[in-house]
């Protein structure tokens, strides 16, 4: 896993992981798609949360993508977004 915070942005990391990257819920550059930007401070990781919740939030969106690989439904809250 690798966790990317950008100088011009430090409270939206990017995340990126190894292993099937198949899901409906990826950026073009495979990097998770956890929350969007403009979501309110309940829906997305503040780095006041600190390093285990933005882990916490990691694994959460992997193991969904696990069930919508087997079954086809994302489980949990989503926003339509371009794959």
């Keep these: 896993m ?3 915070f950008s100088t011009g ?5 990017r995340v990126f992981v190894d292993g099937p990257t198949e899901s409906p ?3 073009d550059g495979g990097e998770l798609c956890m929350w969007l930007p403009f979501d309110g401070p309940e829906q997305r990781w503040l780095r ?3 390093a285990a919740a933005l882990l916490g939030h990691v694994i959460a969106h992997l193991v969904r ?3 919508w ?9 989503e ?3 371009d794959t």
């Excluded at 942005?9 to 990391?13: A, G, L, R």
């Excluded at 690989?69 to 809250?77: A, D, H, I, L």
């Design 2 to 4: 690798t966790i990317v």
């Design 69 to 77: 690989r087997r079954t086809g439904e994302w489980v949990g809250n």
């Design 9 to 13: 942005s430090p409270e939206v990391p």
């Design 25 to 27: 819920h990826r950026y």
């Design 48 to 50: 006041r949360d600190g």
């Design 65 to 67: 993508e696990e069930w």
């Design 79 to 81: 926003a339509p977004h």
